[in-house]
Every structure is written in structure tokens, then in C-alpha cells.
């Protein structure tokens, strides 16, 4: 585990002197900030979007295929500008600076999702039932109302049980709700400062909920901690709340439960969290605990007993099908209007 830190620590590659970087997908590189180096990644679609067989891949800046969940690193080095060592940063800034794989744009209905049990662990859509899965619009909802997606190298662990809400783990990398002004794209790695956190209860599972903010988001600067977003956006934390306690109501399910009556828990709080979490996949990467069905293929984490090359991780691409298979409709349209 020793060995393994300082990776963890600078998300650097096996190669001796090869950084891993990310460019936001597309190749756009991230704009003007307080963090403008983004690590370069890229993504590439198999399949159509809105069908059982879509699969999104992704790729570092050498055009190899990694895993999201597993190779990109969850924290931003401060301590380099293009691969260029610097002084860090005097204030706690430096320390809340984390990597975001979106992988639902905000207004969107798909339940899009990394695919932790699958090799490299693509983002796909969600099927439930035999069903692809998409969440309602509740008024005066539509879809997501967040840029929603995850933190890589997290884990939640679903043995372990969490000592403030005394619920065991999802099984999932944690979960974040970015509230910038910007729709983002499917597969962006950005990076984002940590807000806050919401500790939803979901089928006796801890599914922590954490809010930040996209630290090149034009108002970010203004964002500090939980009690600026009440400042700032009135009302947004208590949609949040009611978006999570209703979204699967639709479906015939019971209101969502939350630890702490629903309130939201401050930064500091969330930083404990991802701590946490982190722990629990340096645990999983290093099979020191029972992995379940988690693919822990990876291919920058060399010490870990799940490491590939770069030929295999490329077979394991190649071997999913790119057929092209039956799409459905792409968005719900249908508004549900639920009582208080």
C-alpha cells in the first residue's frame, strides 16, 4: 500500500516521467481559472446512444485506453502547471481541488453510469428490468437538475459500515451534483471544489450526494463552502433535497430517506467523506477486501494485482461489440406533478 500512495497522490502513469492529463472531452481544453491545466483525456463511443449496447471508453493523452473509475486521479495536483513543478498554494483551495467524471449533463433524462462491473469500467446507461432506465421529470423538474457523475478512485464500500449514518456503502464510486452555469458533456473530466454533502438512504444504503461546483465556472470564485450556495442560489439545495426524495416515486417507489433529517453536511465534512471513501478503494485496488463483482482492471495503478498493458486493455476494448443495436426514446416527455 506504501507504494501505492504516491501515485494516488499525483495520478502519475507506470512509465517513468509520463504524466497522466486530462483535456476535457472533445478536446477542448478547459478555460481561463483557477486551475486552467486540465489532465488530457479523450472518449470514444461504441455503439448508439439510448441502446443496450452504447459504451463510452476513455483514453489518456498518450491515446491509451484507462479505466475513469480507477486510473484518473481522484485528486488535481496543485503541485504542477504543465508537468512543471510550482509553489502550492497558501490557503486550503489547493486541498479541495478534485477530478470529476460527469456522466449525466444536467436537463438530461438517460441514467448514464460508470460501469463498475465491467473491464475499464465504461460509462453506459443504466437497464433495469431489461429496460434501459431513465428518470422522470418532476415538475417543475426536467431530468437532472445538476451536472451529475462521480469522483474516481472512490468506493463505497458495501461491507463497511459508516459510523454517522450506521448504513453500509452502495457499492459505487461517490456521487457528485455539480451546480455551475454550464450544461457539460457526457465523459468531461473536470475539476471541482467540494461544497458540501446530502446523505441520502437508499434501500438501507449510505449514497452520499456531494455538491460542488466546476472551479472554471465563471462564479466559482464566490463558492466556498455549503452556506454560499444558500446565499447565492436560494433555493437550489432545497430542490436537490426534494429531487432526491421524490425521483423514484414515479416508478412506484417510496420516498427516499436521508440521514441527519436532510441536511446538508458542510465542506470539511465532505472532505472526511471522500477520505473515507478513497480509503475504502485503495482497499479494493489492492485486494485487501472483498471486491464483490467490481472490475478492477486497471492500467496506471502498477502495484495493484488488477494492472494490464496496454495491448490488453485494447483487447479488452476491441472484444465489446460495436454492433449496432436497437435505440429507444431518447428523453422522457412526460411531466409528473406530486403532491407535498
Known amino acids: 500500500m506504501r507504494a501505492l500512495l504516491p501515485l494516488l497522490r499525483t495520478g502519475w502513469g507506470c512509465r517513468a516521467g509520463a504524466p497522466v492529463v486530462a483535456r476535457l472531452a472533445g478536446g477542448a481544453i478547459a478555460g481561463p481559472g483557477p486551475r486552467?491545466?486540465?489532465?488530457?483525456?479523450?472518449?470514444?463511443?461504441?455503439?448508439?446512444?439510448?441502446?443496450?449496447?452504447?459504451?463510452?471508453f476513455f483514453k489518456n493523452e498518450a491515446g491509451h485506453y484507462i479505466s475513469p473509475f480507477h486510473d484518473i486521479p481522484l485528486k488535481v495536483d496543485s503541485k504542477e502547471e504543465n508537468g512543471i513543478p510550482t509553489k502550492r498554494a497558501r490557503n486550503d483551495e489547493s486541498e479541495n481541488l478534485f477530478n470529476m467524471i460527469v456522466e449525466v449533463p444536467r436537463w438530461t433524462n438517460a441514467k448514464m453510469e460508470i460501469a463498475t462491473e465491467e473491464p475499464l469500467n465504461p460509462i453506459k446507461q443504466d437497464i433495469k428490468d431489461g429496460k434501459l432506465r431513465y428518470v422522470a421529470n418532476i415538475f417543475p423538474h426536467k431530468g437532472y437538475i445538476w451536472n451529475y457523475g462521480a469522483l474516481p478512485q472512490t468506493w463505497e464500500d458495501p461491507h463497511r459500515k459508516d459510523k454517522s449514518t450506521d448504513c453500509c456503502g452502495d457499492d459505487d464510486p461517490i456521487d457528485v451534483c455539480e451546480i455551475g452555469s454550464k450544461v457539460l458533456s457526457r465523459g468531461e473530466v473536470i475539476h471541482v471544489k467540494i461544497l458540501g454533502v446530502l446523505a441520502l438512504i437508499d434501500q438501507g444504503e449510505t449514497d452520499w450526494k456531494l455538491i460542488a461546483i466546476n472551479v472554471n465556472d465563471p462564479e466559482a470564485s464566490k463558492f466556498h463552502d455549503i452556506d454560499d450556495i444558500k446565499k447565492y442560489k436560494p433555493g437550489y439545495l432545497e430542490a436537490t433535497l426534494n429531487w432526491f426524495r421524490f425521483y423514484k416515486?414515479?416508478?412506484?417507489?417510496?420516498?427516499?430517506?436521508?440521514?441527519?433529517?436532510?441536511?446538508f453536511k458542510n465542506k470539511a465534512f465532505a472532505l472526511e467523506v471522500i477520505k473515507s471513501t478513497h480509503e475504502c478503494w485503495k482497499a479494493l485496488l489492492m485486494k485487501k477486501c472483498d471486491a464483490g463483482a467490481i472490475n478492477c482492471t486497471n492500467v496506471q495503478v502498477c502495484d495493484s494485482p488488477f494492472h494490464c498493458t496496454q495491448e490488453e486493455a485494447k483487447s479488452l476494448v476491441e472484444s465489446v461489440s460495436s454492433s449496432v443495436s436497437k435505440a429507444s426514446n431518447e428523453e422522457e416527455q412526460v411531466w409528473h406533478f406530486l403532491g407535498k
Open 36 to 56: 486552467r491545466t486540465m489532465a488530457m483525456y479523450r472518449t470514444e463511443e461504441r455503439g448508439h446512444p439510448h441502446s443496450a449496447g452504447y459504451r463510452l
Open 249 to 263: 416515486v414515479p416508478e412506484g417507489k417510496p420516498e427516499n430517506q436521508f440521514a441527519f433529517n436532510g441536511e
